[in-house]
C-alpha cells in the first residue's frame, strides 16, 4: 500500500537555486519553449518506460499506447504535462529536480555571474530543461508515480530556493507537470496557442502528444522522424528534433539522415552541432547518439556504438536487425553492432571529407570546435588513419587560416624529407620561436600544433605518406640537406670555422646544465636556442608530462648557437684573445638562460641571472 504524510521540504542545489533566479527574473526571449522541454521530457520518459517493458512486459500500459497529454483548467489557471512514461520515485525526484543533473552543467552555471543582462544571451544558447517551466508559472507541482512501485509522489515549488516533497495516492503510472500559470503568462491557457506551439517545436515526437477536453485531438504527427522520408523532413524539423535528442539550443551544423541497406539495415539521423557541447571533456559524460532496435528506444549510452573521437555526433541510429530484447549488456562486442559502427564512421568521415573539400571556411568552423576531438582519432583508430589525415587542419608558417597535410606535402622543399612541427601552448609565441628561423630561411613550412592532444597522435602516428613527422625543437634537424638561399652556405661555412674554442669554453663552463653545445643550423637572428636530443622527449611534451606528474625527470638539453650572430661572433674574438674569464663565464649562463627563457622554461636560479645581469649591463655602462 502507498503511504501519505505531511510534506517535506528540502532546499535546491545551490546552482539550481542560481538558475531559477536567473529564469525568473528575466523575460526570455521566447517563453514558448517551456512547453517543449516539458513534451521533450515527458517523451524521454516513455521511451525507458518502454525499454523497461521490453524485458518485463508486465510493466508496459495496459493500452500498450505511450502518450503525452495537455490539459487545461482555465479557472484554476492550470496547464497539466502528464505522460505514462517511466515516472520518478522520490530518489529521482530529488537527484533529477533538485540538482543539475547533465554533465558538466553545473559549472556551467557557476561560471554565471548572476547579472541577468550579462547571462541571458548564454542561458538561452544553452536552455535550463525542467527548469523552463518557472518562465510561465509561479508555482510547479510533480505529481508522479515509477513504474513497478506502489509509492506515488508529488514534488512542488514556487522556484525560490525550496522544495517540498510529499507521499501521495495515485493510481496511474507515470508523471503530471501542473503548472499554475502566471498572470502575465495567460497565453498559454489559450487552446489554440498551444496547437500551434505543439506544431512549432514538437511535431516530431513519435509519440501523440494531445489536446484533452471534450474531445481529445492529437496535435502533432506522432511519427518518429527519422523514418519519415528525406525530402519531407524541413530544415526547422530536423532543428527542432536535433533540439530534442541533443538537449542543445544551437543549430546543427550538418545534418545526415540515410538510411543503409544491405548487409546489414540500419537508419541515422545524425547532427553535427554548431557550438562545442559542453561536456566534450567531461569523464562522466553520455554518448549524444540514441541508439534505437525498431523505433524502441534502447540507449543513450553504448560506448562500443561510437568511437570516442566522434562523441560530438548527436541524433539517433535505429537498427532493423538487433533483436528487440537485446539488453544493454549484450550489446557489447556484438558483431552487428560492430557493423553499424563501422558503417557510420566511414559515413560520416566521406561527409566531413566533402564539406572539407567545398566547403573550406565552413569545415573550418567546424575544426574550431571538435578538430581537437577528432585528432584523438589519429592515434585510437589506425584503420581509419588515412581518412582522418585528409581531415585535419593546423595553423602553420605557411600564412594564415587552417592548412591541410596534402598541401604541406605539395609545398615541400627539395632535400626535405620530414613534415616539421612545433608543439607548445601559444599558436602566437610558437610562431615567433628562434627554433623556425633556419625553416623560414630556407622557406621549409612547419606547422604550428598548440593542442594537447598533438603532442600525442604526432608520437605515434609515424609517418603521413611516408613523410615521418619531426619536430623542430628535437635532434640534429637536418636542414643541412635543403640548400638555403644563394651565397647564405659560404658565409655560414666560414663563421663555423673559427667557432671551436668558444664551444669548447661554453661546454667547460655549462657542462652540469646542458648535454652538449654545438653550432646551430636552425637560427638565423636569435643568438642561442635549445633543442631535444634526438632521442629525447620533445621539450614541450617533457613539461606537459612533468606537470602532470607524468614523470619526474628533467632531460638536458642541447644548447645551439648561431655562429653568425654578431654577439657570438664579438665572444668568439674574445674568446680569441684571452678575455677575463668571470665576464665569459657570465655570458655562457646569460645565453642559456635567455634561450630557457624563449623556450618558455623557468629559469633555475633567478637570482644568479640577475647578479650576472647587473654585472653585464654594468660594465656596459662604464666609461
Ligand atoms: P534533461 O532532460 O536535459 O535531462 P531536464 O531538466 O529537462 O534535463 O530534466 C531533468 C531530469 O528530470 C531528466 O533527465 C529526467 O530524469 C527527469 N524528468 C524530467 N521530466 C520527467 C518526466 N516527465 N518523467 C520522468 N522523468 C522526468
Ligand atoms: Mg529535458
Not at 518506460?49 to 500500459?61: D, G, I
Not at 503510472?173 to 499554475?180: A, D, E, N, P, R
Not at 610558437?430 to 623560414?440: D, F, I, K, V
Amino acid at each position: 500500500m502507498s503511504q501519505t504524510a505531511a510534506p517535506e521540504t528540502l532546499s535546491f542545489q545551490a546552482e539550481v537555486g542560481r538558475l531559477l533566479d536567473i529564469v525568473a527574473h528575466s523575460l526570455y526571449s521566447d517563453r514558448r519553449v517551456f512547453l517543449r522541454e516539458l513534451i521533450s521530457n515527458a517523451s524521454d520518459a516513455c521511451d525507458r518506460r518502454r525499454y523497461e517493458a521490453l524485458t518485463r512486459p508486465e510493466l508496459a500500459p495496459a493500452d500498450a499506447e505511450y502518450r503525452v497529454e495537455l490539459t487545461l483548467d482555465a479557472k484554476a489557471r492550470t496547464l497539466t504535462i502528464g505522460d505514462n512514461g517511466i515516472g520518478m520515485n522520490r530518489a529521482d525526484l530529488v537527484e533529477n529536480l533538485g540538482t543539475i543533473a547533465r554533465s558538466g552543467t553545473a559549472a556551467f552555471v557557476k561560471s554565471l555571474t548572476g547579472d541577468t543582462k550579462k547571462d541571458m544571451p548564454l542561458i538561452g544558447q544553452f536552455g535550463v530543461g525542467f527548469y523552463s517551466a518557472f518562465m510561465v508559472a509561479d508555482r510547479v507541482t510533480v505529481e508522479t508515480r515509477k513504474v513497478g512501485e506502489e509509492q506515488a509522489w508529488r514534488w512542488s515549488s514556487d522556484g525560490k530556493g525550496e522544495f517540498t516533497l510529499e507521499a501521495i495516492e495515485r493510481t496511474s503510472i507515470g508523471t503530471s507537470v501542473i503548472l499554475q500559470v502566471r498572470e502575465d503568462a495567460g497565453e498559454f491557457l489559450d487552446p489554440e496557442n498551444l496547437r500551434a506551439i505543439v506544431r512549432q517545436y514538437s511535431d516530431h515526437v513519435a509519440i501523440p502528444i494531445r489536446l484533452g477536453g471534450e474531445k481529445s485531438e492529437t496535435l502533432n504527427r506522432a511519427s518518429a522522424l527519422w523514418t519519415r522520408p528525406r525530402n519531407e523532413i524541413t530544415a526547422e524539423q530536423h532543428k527542432e528534433f536535433y533540439h530534442h535528442v541533443a538537449h542543445a539550443f544551437d543549430e546543427p551544423w550538418l545534418t545526415l539522415h540515410w538510411r543503409a541497406e544491405g548487409k546489414i539495415e540500419y537508419t541515422g539521423l545524425l547532427y553535427i552541432p554548431s557550438a562545442r557541447t559542453l561536456d566534450l571533456f567531461h569523464p562522466d559524460r553520455k554518448h549524444g547518439v540514441k541508439l534505437y532496435v525498431r523505433r524502441v528506444f534502447i540507449t543513450d549510452d553504448e560506448k562500443d556504438l561510437l568511437p570516442g573521437y566522434l562523441r560530438f555526433l548527436r541524433g539517433v541510429v535505429d537498427s532493423e536487425d538487433l533483436p528487440l530484447n537485446i539488453s544493454r549488456e549484450m550489446l557489447q562486442n556484438n558483431p552487428v553492432l560492430t557493423l553499424i559502427r563501422n558503417g557510420v564512421i566511414s559515413r560520416v568521415l566521406g561527409e566531413l571529407e566533402k564539406k572539407a573539400k567545398d566547403a573550406a571556411e565552413d569545415y573550418a568552423k567546424f575544426w574550431e570546435n571538435f578538430g581537437t576531438v577528432l585528432k584523438e582519432g589519429l592515434y585510437e583508430d589506425p584503420p581509419n588513419r588515412d581518412k582522418l589525415f585528409g581531415l585535419v587542419r593546423f595553423a602553420s608558417t605557411h600564412g594564415p587560416g587552417l592548412h591541410g597535410l596534402a598541401d604541406y606535402v605539395g609545398r615541400m622543399k627539395e632535400g626535405q624529407e620530414a613534415i616539421y612541427y612545433i608543439a607548445g601552448e601559444e599558436q602566437a609565441s610558437l610562431a615567433t620561436s628562434p627554433h623556425l628561423e633556419g625553416y623560414r630561411k630556407r622557406g621549409v613550412e612547419v606547422l604550428l600544433l598548440n593542442d594537447p592532444v598533438d603532442e600525442f597522435w604526432t608520437a605515434q602516428v609515424g609517418a603521413y605518406q611516408g613523410k615521418k613527422f619531426k619536430s623542430v625543437t628535437r635532434g640534429g634537424a637536418d636542414l643541412s640537406k635543403i640548400p638555403p638561399p644563394e651565397g647564405a652556405k659560404e658565409k655560414t661555412a666560414e663563421a663555423e670555422a673559427d667557432t671551436a674554442p668558444l664551444i669548447a669554453l661554453l661546454r667547460l663552463t655549462l657542462q652540469d646544465a646542458v648535454k652538449d653545445v654545438r653550432v646551430s643550423q636552425r637560427l638565423t637572428d636569435s643568438p642561442v636556442c635549445l633543442v631535444a636530443d634526438e632521442n629525447d622527449l620533445d621539450i614541450h611534451l617533457e613539461r606537459m608530462l612533468r606537470l602532470h606528474k607524468q614523470i619526474e625527470k628533467e632531460s638536458k638539453r642541447i644548447l645551439e648557437i648561431n655562429a653568425e650572430h654578431p654577439l657570438i661572433r664579438s665572444l668568439v674574438t674574445a674568446v680569441g684573445k684571452g678575455s677575463d674569464s668571470d665576464r665569459l663565464n657570465d655570458a655562457a649562463f646569460l645565453l642559456l638562460d635567455q634561450a630557457r627563457l624563449l623556450e618558455g622554461e623557468p629559469i633555475p636560479d633567478p637570482a644568479a641571472f640577475a647578479r650576472r645581469m647587473t654585472s653585464v649591463l654594468g660594465r656596459s655602462f662604464a666609461t
